[in-house]
């Protein structure tokens, strides 16, 4: 037998085998096909909700992590400074969100499930998707701290307004002209 008599053997042999993957892989295709549109018909439904602690602050959030609500109790003035409110505003939409991105998270957890039949035990030197799914499902580290378009500015001074030279001349309504 020549080496392309035995080369042709190899291949008749290992045919079923090729045609029983390549099937697997197609009805797995076609099943997460189905759940990726299940997903994301669910992932366009999830949303957020969180209330501050003080329940001054209630807010609601969209799949995207988008505000769609923002309430503030009717005392939120007198029972808060701007400070702890700002504060409270954050935490409360941060709350949301994780709550918002769990939902979503969830709706495509099925979805980014490993392949049954990974990719190199049809195709001999092909990628392997199990490594790919691996690689996506990490989850991503928290952005937790400050937010990164004002860290390290400086907060805003107030200015008085009392301290500012006047730059029209002679109004009867200058300081310490009447």
Do not use: C, Y
């Not at 797995?28 to 759940?35: G, S």
């Not at 769609?68 to 709350?95: D, H, N």
């Not at 400050?146 to 860290?151: E, F, K, V």
């Amino acid at each position: 037998m020549s080496d392309s008599d035995d080369r042709r053997a190899e291949l008749e042999r290992r045919l079923p085998i090729l045609k029983a993957h390549a099937a697997a892989l197609t009805e797995q295709l076609e099943r997460q096909t189905d759940q990726l549109a299940e997903a994301q018909e669910s992932a366009k439904q999830a949303h957020g909700e969180a209330t501050s602690p003080d329940g001054l602050v209630s807010v609601v959030v969209d799949g995207t992590g988008a505000i769609t609500q923002l309430q503030l109790a009717p005392t939120v003035f007198a029972r808060s400074t701007t400070e702890r409110l700002a504060g409270s505003i954050v935490e409360t939409i941060a709350r949301a969100k994780a709550q918002s991105q769990a939902q979503v998270s969830d709706a495509f957890a099925e979805v980014t499930q490993p392949p049954v039949v990974d990719l190199p035990e049809v195709f001999d030197g092909a990628p392997s998707l199990q490594q790919l799914f691996e690689t996506a499902n990490r989850p991503l580290a928290p952005m937790d701290g400050p937010d990164r378009s004002t860290a390290g500015n400086p907060p805003p001074q107030r200015r008085d307004s009392r301290d500012e030279p006047d730059d029209d001349d002679g109004f009867m309504m200058r300081r310490g002209s009447w």
